[in-house]
């Protein structure tokens, strides 16, 4: 994979931004793609906010990004079961974006009920809702990647295939914890460490467009699958 596909840009996204403010007709999409979603969920909210964040509301876009379409809710206003409330969106959320392909420009829109308390980290977020910068992206100076990005990347892809390439049998969902888990762990250290442009963020972004991430989850859940279903009558 060539790191140079995953430099930043000079300016915002043309698609979507002209002179540092959201096209009115790309927010006004925005706004009517969170109220069918709003609608979908089939419960009254209070929406604190509705915003776009993510790699296109910032200068580090790639043909492998997507737009980030939170809605801003507060849980309590839904049930005091903030639990419940969470199991409840993240359930919702997961189908939506499951069942649509919901893209504007080719650019695929990923829909998200976001809690008003949980604590975000992201370098560009604009209300769309609003119509204003919550926090303005900054032009990164990184004007080059090391490539032992993609050697970090190779021994975590490696890792990944030795697990999901086993038989059924010895297919193990507490391998496939561990790896989510330590990457994770590796995207959040280098945000909090060194930003969007650290090594461990870098790498997590290029196993993410190689589809690494989302092969593990299907795994894992295809190994519960199997755990519960019943082999042939005798």
């Not at 297919?171 to 461990?200: T, V």
């Amino acid at each position: 994979m060539n790191l140079n596909n995953f430099l930043p840009h000079q300016h915002l996204s043309t698609k979507f931004w002209k002179d540092n403010k959201m096209k009115e007709s790309v927010r006004e999409r925005l706004l009517f793609i969170a109220d069918a979603f709003i609608d979908y969920l089939g419960v009254d909210i209070d929406v604190v906010d509705i915003t776009m964040t993510g790699s296109y509301a910032n200068y580090n876009y790639t043909q492998y990004s997507d737009i980030d379409l939170h809605i801003i809710v507060d849980p309590k206003g839904i049930n005091k079961d903030v639990d419940l409330v969470e199991e409840f969106l993240k359930a919702k959320r997961q189908y939506w974006n499951e069942k649509h392909d919901i893209n504007m420009f080719g650019v695929e829109v990923e829909l998200y009920p976001q809690d008003v308390n949980e604590d975000h980290k992201s370098s560009g977020v604009y209300s769309v809702k609003d119509d204003k910068w919550v926090v303005e992206p900054k032009q990164f100076t990184e004007k080059s990647l090391s490539n032992d990005i993609l050697k970090k990347a190779g021994v975590l892809r490696k890792r990944i295939d030795q697990a999901i390439d086993k038989s059924k049998e010895e297919r193990d969902p507490e391998e496939l914890d561990q790896i989510i888990q330590k990457i994770r762990k590796m995207r959040q250290s280098g945000l909090e460490k060194g930003g969007e442009y650290s090594e461990e963020n870098m790498v997590y972004k290029i196993l993410r467009a190689e589809g690494y991430v989302e092969k593990m989850y299907q795994m894992k859940d295809n190994i519960f699958d199997i755990k519960l279903s019943v082999g042939e009558i005798d």
